[in-house]
């Protein structure tokens, strides 16, 4: 019981609760390096609890004093690799649930299954890719998968970056390509459709179109929905459409127990419990199998046209993008491309004839030319305000196409800055106010490099790549491509971004997870992988470091 009028200098048990809180969060803060790990959320609760009850000094003797009581880091299971004897035993089961010819152990079908020449965190091939027909077929395939404790690995369409599907441990590979790449149901009049993990998104806007709908997310060419999904990819219009997480209504999701859940209904909006939606996006097959995908749609604008503007710095390009913002202007995309990249485009295409400057790609879309010329006069305004050159806007449509020809063409033309390179595809992002400085420095890390390096973001909400071009065989090239690319993450954490815009994390950047959340945070993703999951079967060792 609190005792009324005690001096100055003594402390309630309330104040010495709040004292203790103190002193928590400033040992947390600390970044002591030992064997066992700060104390977990559930750890710190409890000694807050104790605290309370028996006084500030014996608790903080008990924060003081950890190595008493060590605690560590939670883990998350890894399944082992499994025999020869066991794989034969799965793909006999699975054969008794698929036909025979949707179970296959060619070696072909094993490789472009586990490797991607996209990406450089090829750890491994699955054992057997299968290729089912339905939810309940993908449900039998997970309990076989549980049954044996085989790895599970979700496969679409194969476009990642960051190894999401390579397979470090083996197992089976669920391959969405062949046979789940359905139109489910299609609701025009409610703008929406359902759709299964193979589907491809430029083939879903080509059965659009004829409704004036369309799907908005435009990531890489052959990007599935189920991907997409497992990345909470976005694109190039993000900045007017948001990403993946704005536009799905509901998940049809095996679990890794191999049961069925829908994780909503279909109407635009509920708050009937915890969103198992958003939870699910973005995951990268590590909490489940996504089966169906019921998908928001947009309205084509009546009226879409293009510009771009050379600038004479990289600073005074990103210093726009804060400005436009602020404007309020509904921009349909703004694409960031430096000096190099422009070098690049025009080596790909000359006819193209753009200067090689840095330079920002516009797209305009709205209901009305009046309203579209609005937003264009706002944007050239505010272009020539930080040092633009001349704005050039497509007046039809054949100018529309060769002017986003050169932004649709970036990826590819860099290459030609260095015949026969591979190319590692960063991917950072950071609140837009702190874009002009994050690429700025980055422009003076690429500087100091001897490998080329062309940069283009979707800058419009503060993400951008730098395509780091080297030859992969070449251990010194090979090391100065992790160098920049650890630069770029830290450069990015820094900054209160993000090491992943729209790519994910996959194998590459699970290391960098802690340094951007924190231990507490990434443990608390780990409590959740572990209830949903606690074999670890599901995509095992990604994601969560």
Request: glycine fraction near 8%.
């Amino acid at each position: 019981m609190f005792k009324r009028g005690l001096k100055p200098g003594h402390i309630s048990g309330l104040n010495k609760y709040a004292v203790l809180q103190k002193q928590t969060r400033a040992y947390q803060s600390q970044n002591i390096s030992r064997k066992t790990s700060h104390i977990p959320i559930l750890g710190v609760s409890a000694v807050l609890a104790a605290a309370a009850a028996g006084g500030a000094g014996a608790g903080y003797w008990l924060l003081a004093d950890t190595n008493q009581n060590p605690v560590t880091l939670t883990k998350v299971p890894i399944p082992p690799i499994a025999s020869h004897a066991t794989i034969h035993k799965v793909f006999q089961d699975l054969c008794t649930v698929l036909p025979p010819h949707h179970v296959t152990v060619d070696e072909e079908a094993l490789q472009d299954h586990g490797y991607s020449n996209n990406s450089y965190h090829n750890e491994g091939a699955p054992n057997i890719v299968v290729y089912p027909t339905s939810t309940a077929q993908v449900s039998d395939i997970v309990k076989i998968c549980n049954k044996y404790d085989i790895p599970i690995i979700p496969f679409s369409g194969g476009t990642s970056l960051e190894g999401h599907f390579s397979a470090p441990k083996g197992g089976v590979c669920i391959s969405f390509t062949e046979h789940m790449d359905r139109i489910i149901e299609f609701h025009p009049q409610d703008m929406d459709i359902v759709v299964q993990p193979g589907v491809q998104w430029e083939d879903l806007n080509i059965y659009l179109k004829k409704e004036g709908l369309f799907f908005p997310q435009d990531p890489g060419p052959g990007a599935c929905i189920g991907g997409m999904i497992g990345t909470s990819c976005s694109g190039t219009n993000a900045v007017r459409y948001g990403t993946m997480k704005e536009w799905v209504i509901n998940l049809t999701v095996v679990t890794a127990d191999g049961n069925i859940i829908k994780t909503r209904q279909r109407a635009r909006k509920s708050s009937a419990g915890y969103d198992l939606t958003k939870l699910f996006i973005g995951s990268e097959g590590t909490l489940g199998v996504v089966t169906e995908i019921t998908l928001k749609l947009a309205v084509i604008p009546k009226v879409e046209t293009v510009a771009v503007c050379d600038f004479e710095s990289i600073r005074d390009a990103a210093a726009v993008v804060p400005d436009l913002v602020r404007a309020g202007v509904q921009i349909g995309a703004v694409e960031l491309l430096d000096a190099q990249m422009m070098k690049a485009i025009n080596l790909a295409n000359p006819d193209l004839g753009h200067s090689e400057k840095p330079t920002l790609f516009f797209k305009f879309s709205g209901a009305s030319q009046q309203l579209v010329q609005h937003d264009i006069d706002v944007v050239s305004e505010i272009a020539q305000k930080h040092k633009g050159g001349v704005f050039k806007y497509a007046k039809n449509e054949q100018e529309k196409v060769t002017l986003w020809e050169g932004r649709k063409i970036a990826l590819w033309s860099s290459t030609l800055l260095k015949p026969n390179a591979s190319v590692w595809t960063t991917d950072v992002v950071v609140p837009v106010s702190k874009l002009p400085d994050l690429i700025a420095e980055t422009q003076k890390d690429i500087e100091s490099s001897f490998l080329p390096c062309p940069l283009v973001g979707h800058v419009g909400d503060g993400n951008f790549h730098v395509f780091i071009l080297f030859d992969k065989d070449d251990a010194k090239e090979y090391e100065e491509a992790k160098r920049l690319n650890k630069n770029l993450l830290e450069r990015a954490i820094s900054m209160e971004g993000s090491i992943s815009g729209e790519h994910g994390v996959g194998i590459g950047k699970k290391s960098f997870l802690v340094q951007e959340l924190g231990e507490n945070t990434v443990n608390v993703m780990k409590t959740i992988k572990i209830a949903l999951d606690p074999k670890g079967l599901m995509n095992p060792e990604k994601v969560l470091p």
